[in-house]
């Protein structure tokens, strides 16, 4: 069966290594699938309306526009800290003189939020602030540390990024971190869901699956792998 991941706000950065990681992790404990892991929103929307999967772990945004109609169901949310939320940085280069009052027109790098990006733009951030993202020029890119590097190389003015990105690439390029200084935080986000298709899986496997993520010592293997503390059963 298929399991299909898109987590633009992850800190994962290798999505081979996780493909490969999550096949042992699942032939270890005896279940067969197929993980496949995407970069892009349109070949993961492409791909899920063209060959629907057993199961799915997508933004909640996704699963807020397209859930029903595609006959998803809830079924974790995966936790950090304890929390299913998360909260993205607004970063410029150092010494920059771009406020929030004058931002307008300037341009931002970050992760899609969806095909509304402006909307939720301006509900997580910049309403607060008496901004409209609509005034922005946004650059979409595939992952946070995508945006991050795009900032501190000049190509855009601002970037929108996760603060787990934030401290995993200071952990590995301090220098990095040096060139840009925050702006502004975001409220908290929604972070992602892993649901199952309604009439493509039966409770049986549903409920192997929820067991073999949850699962000592297997569980605390694919914690690491997914980079989460835990999860939180949709409903508990």
């Not at 079924?75 to 929030?100: C, D, E, H, N």
């Amino acid at each position: 069966m298929d399991i299909y991941y898109f987590s633009p706000d992850s800190p994962q950065r290798n999505l081979g290594g996780l493909k490969r990681e999550m096949e042992v992790f699942f032939s270890h404990g005896d279940f067969s699938a197929n993980f496949q892991p995407f970069a892009h929103f349109v070949d993961f929307d492409q791909t899920v309306r063209k060959k629907m999967p057993s199961f799915l772990l997508l933004p909640s945004w996704y699963y807020r526009l397209y859930g029903e109609k595609l006959g998803l169901r809830p079924l974790m949310s995966p936790l950090f800290k304890g929390a299913t939320t998360y909260q993205k940085v607004l970063l410029v280069r150092k010494g920059s003189p771009i406020t929030m009052a004058t931002i307008s027109n300037q341009s931002l790098a970050m992760t899609t939020l969806g095909p509304a990006d402006e909307s939720t733009l301006n509900s997580i951030l910049f309403s607060a602030h008496g901004v409209d993202s609509h005034a922005l020029n946004i650059v979409t890119v595939p992952k946070d540390a995508d945006a991050l590097f795009a900032l501190a190389l000049g190509h855009v003015d601002m970037a929108l990024v996760g603060k787990r990105s934030i401290a995993q690439i200071g952990e590995v390029n301090p220098k990095i971190l040096l060139s840009v200084q925050p702006l502004a935080e975001s409220a908290p986000i929604p972070g992602p869901i892993l649901c199952y298709a309604k009439g493509k899986v039966d409770g049986t496997v549903v409920e192997q699956l929820k067991g073999l993520l949850q699962k000592k010592p297997n569980g605390a293997n694919v914690l690491e792998i997914l980079q989460i503390d835990g999860w939180r059963v949709v409903g508990e």
